[in-house]
């Protein structure tokens, strides 16, 4: 079976989403996945994540333990309303993707005039 006709397990990440005062941060396990893997889309009020990370099985050799695998990484986000689309970031290092999705500035209160008719 060649690398192409392969099928990756579909995994559901480790995941941590914390809020704070300047947005929300998200935080995703990752291992065995490279930029170049990793891929990050925003549909309206979704962020979808997705990526692989792919160990070749290695012939001619005796498997005691297996932990590692190849798997196909997918999560999917709904975006509150708050948070500011245009500057999310993304940094991955160490096997840990990290989401920055800061929070929309606040409005000022708008003042209406009052005209006398």
């Known amino acids: 079976m060649s690398k192409k ?3 990756l397990p579909v995994v559901r990440p ?3 989403i914390l809020e704070r005062e300047d947005g929300f941060h998200i935080f995703m396990d990752l291992p065995g996945v490279g930029r170049e893997a990793l891929v990050l889309d925003l549909r309206e009020n979704e962020l979808i994540v997705s990526g692989a990370a792919d160990y070749p099985p290695e012939e001619k050799k005796t498997r005691h333990a297996v932990e590692f695998m190849s798997g196909e990484y997918s999560r999917t ?3 509150a309303d708050s948070v ?3 500057r999310i970031t993304a940094n991955l290092a160490n096997g840990v993707l990290e ?3 800061p929070k ?3 409005e000022k209160p708008k003042r209406i005039e009052i005209t006398a008719g």
């Open 5 to 7: 006709e392969r099928k």
């Open 99 to 101: 989401i920055f999705m």
């Open 104 to 106: 929309r500035e606040k």
């Open 77 to 79: 986000f709904t975006l």
């Open 14 to 16: 480790a995941t941590d």
């Open 84 to 86: 500011d689309r245009e």
